[in-house]
């Protein structure tokens, strides 16, 4: 199923909100095809998929209770290159976390991610678009059984707290997996690596687990697997004479 035809599948639906208010979906007008060629421009192809300048013309997004908005245009407008190098920004919640969609240096739309600064995670929300708005149904109907609410509320808490999500990059050096081995040669030694590659959603890692600097934050060019720093701990003459 197509991104646009999933979306219209979920029109008809009725949800009620928190307040006990029913609402719909409320569609945000479409581009033209002279605004998509210009959105096109600010990707890594210049291009955009056949389905999703499809989805653009049908509506740019669309209102739902429970997130600021849903826009299928956001190109450019989340930031983080460095983990995310081109990237559609999808939804916000209010608190400064983020659904976003990678693109990768080929055009192709791919996974939805939720990017949280508290604590500082990413998780594989989603493992494409259609099936994101069909997250995003799920939680109208169900709320906090849904797969948006689970990784909003829980998931997040449990990779800061428990999984990481890292690799160490030792193992990774040595892994039978060329890709994962050969990026990790590429990296300096105090390094954690990040693979979401072959993931299901739900899955995530802790981006910010070393400090809020990701400066030094190496994406694959390819493929979803991420080198994050890890800072070096000075003893304390170091510190004492700046080395």
Same mark, same amino acid.
């Given at each position: 199923?197509?991104?646009?035809?999933?979306?219209? *599948?979920?029109?008809?639906? $009725?949800? +009620?909100?928190?307040?006990? @208010?029913?609402? #719909?979906?409320?569609? /945000?007008?479409? %581009?033209?095809?002279?605004?998509?060629?210009?959105?096109?421009?600010?990707?890594?192809?210049?291009?955009?998929?056949?389905?999703?300048?499809?989805?653009?013309?049908?509506?740019?997004?669309?209102?739902?209770?429970?997130?600021?908005?849903?826009?299928?245009?956001?190109?450019?407008?989340?930031?983080?290159?460095?983990?995310?190098?081109?990237?559609?920004?999808?939804?916000?919640?209010?608190?400064?976390?983020?659904?976003?969609?990678?693109?990768?240096?080929?055009?192709?739309?791919?996974?939805?991610?939720?990017?949280?600064?508290?604590?500082?995670?990413?998780?594989?929300? *989603?493992?494409?678009?259609? $099936?994101? +708005?069909?997250?995003?149904? @799920?939680?109208? #109907?169900?709320?906090? /059984?849904?797969? %948006?609410?689970?990784?909003?509320?829980?998931?997040?808490?449990?990779?800061?707290?428990?999984?990481?999500?890292?690799?160490?990059?030792?193992?990774?050096?040595?892994?039978?997996?060329?890709?994962?081995?050969?990026?990790?040669?590429?990296?300096?030694?105090?390094?954690?690596?990040?693979?979401?590659?072959?993931?299901?959603?739900?899955?995530?890692?802790?981006?910010?687990?070393?400090?809020?600097?990701?400066?030094?934050?190496?994406?694959?060019?390819?493929?979803?697997?991420?080198?994050?720093?890890?800072?070096?701990?000075?003893?304390?003459?170091?510190?004492?004479?700046?080395?």
């Amino acid at each position: 199923m197509t991104p646009t035809e999933k979306l219209r *599948s979920i029109l008809t639906e $009725q949800y +009620i909100s928190e307040d006990g @208010d029913e609402y #719909k979906v409320e569609l /945000k007008e479409g %581009l033209t095809n002279q605004q998509i060629d210009e959105l096109a421009k600010r990707l890594p192809t210049g291009q955009i998929p056949t389905e999703i300048r499809e989805l653009l013309k049908f509506a740019r997004g669309f209102e739902f209770f429970g997130l600021e908005e849903v826009t299928f245009d956001g190109v450019g407008q989340f930031g983080f290159e460095e983990l995310f190098p081109n990237s559609v920004q999808l939804a916000g919640d209010g608190f400064g976390n983020f659904w976003i969609l990678d693109v990768d240096k080929n055009g192709s739309w791919g996974s939805v991610f939720y990017v949280c600064h508290h604590p500082a995670v990413i998780v594989k929300h *989603s493992d494409n678009l259609t $099936q994101f +708005i069909e997250h995003v149904n @799920d939680f109208g #109907k169900n709320t906090n /059984k849904s797969n %948006l609410d689970i990784i909003h509320e829980k998931v997040v808490m449990d990779i800061w707290r428990k999984g990481n999500g890292f690799i160490g990059l030792e193992n990774a050096r040595k892994s039978n997996d060329t890709t994962l081995k050969d990026f990790a040669l590429s990296l300096p030694d105090n390094f954690l690596i990040a693979d979401l590659r072959h993931k299901q959603i739900q899955n995530g890692f802790a981006w910010g687990k070393f400090g809020p600097n990701i400066g030094k934050a190496k994406r694959h060019e390819t493929e979803l697997i991420w080198g994050i720093e890890k800072p070096i701990k000075k003893g304390f003459l170091s510190k004492l004479f700046g080395r």
